[in-house]
């Protein structure tokens, strides 16, 4: 199977299903403080898509549990929210949610620091997110997944830190993972080229220190080193006006998160 391309119609409903999860990970993000729990978070985001059109992509695919992945410090995706997982200051949160509405669906993720963070944890949050960033504004017609993929590489690894090559990025439409799959590492010029259209949702995973996973049960993903990890993910089409970030208003510019 080719690579998708969605018609003006079908962008705009996933904006629309991305319009919901910008909302919904904004007011997330807003609830981290010492001391709520990540089932807490859960609940908050229950309680803002109840009554909503569409419903919330994760829960049920492939049997998971809940709504929201979050997965602290070492927990690099997939973490489960838990009663019993207190946040604590100086941690880190990425929430990562997903929803379906009308058929299409976005996918977004956000780290979030706790309370008051060191630098060095700032630091793996900024470069994660700029990557982030330099990967979206490759999302141009004519160039390769491997600009993308090379983009992120690049940046996280001349800032000292690893990119994770267990989990990638991933086409995303009519299903949360279609094709093309997006490694967050890369060649220029390698790879599929890049066409009006096409929906990749673009989600680098960062460990501040090795590159290496080790599972934790079925569903946890962390770093084997112990070392915490980041993660930025935001829903992006390729058009002819470049990368169109669909997980967030248009009039947002700036900074992807
Ligand atoms: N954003 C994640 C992804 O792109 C979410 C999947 S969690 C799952 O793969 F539970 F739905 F698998
Ligand atoms: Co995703």
């Known amino acids: 199977m080719a690579i998708q391309l969605r018609s003006a119609a079908e962008l705009e409903k996933m904006y629309h299903a991305g319009q919901v999860v910008h909302e919904v990970l904004n007011k997330l993000r807003a609830e981290v403080k010492p001391g709520v729990t990540t089932m807490d978070l859960e609940r908050i985001a229950e309680g803002l898509i109840a009554g909503r059109p569409g419903k919330a992509a994760f829960k049920g695919y492939r049997g998971y549990p809940c709504v929201l992945c979050t997965s602290v410090n070492s927990e690099i995706v997939h973490g489960i929210p838990s009663s019993k997982r207190k946040l604590r200051e100086g941690e880190v949160v990425s929430i990562d949610f997903g929803m379906e509405v009308d058929g299409y669906y976005a996918d977004s993720a956000v780290t ?146």
Request: proline share 8%; charged share 25%.
């Open 112 to 257: 979030v620091p706790v309370g008051k963070i060191t630098p060095e944890l700032q630091k793996l949050l900024d470069v994660t997110r700029e990557s982030l960033d330099r990967a979206i504004d490759k999302m141009r017609p004519g160039n390769r997944l491997g600009d993308v993929g090379h983009a992120v590489q690049s940046w996280v690894e001349q800032n000292g830190f690893s990119v994770v090559r267990e989990f990638v990025g991933h086409g995303i439409g009519t299903k949360m993972h279609d094709e093309p799959n997006l490694p967050n590492y890369g060649e220029p010029g390698r790879g599929a080229r890049l066409q009006e259209g096409m929906v990749i949702a673009v989600e680098p995973m960062v460990n501040a220190g090795r590159p290496e996973v080790q599972m934790r049960g079925e569903w946890v993903a962390e770093t084997a080193d112990g070392s915490p990890s980041a993660h930025f993910e935001h829903t992006v089409a390729v058009t002819s006006n470049g990368p169109w970030i669909l997980t967030r208003p248009k009039e947002m510019t700036g900074p992807s998160w």
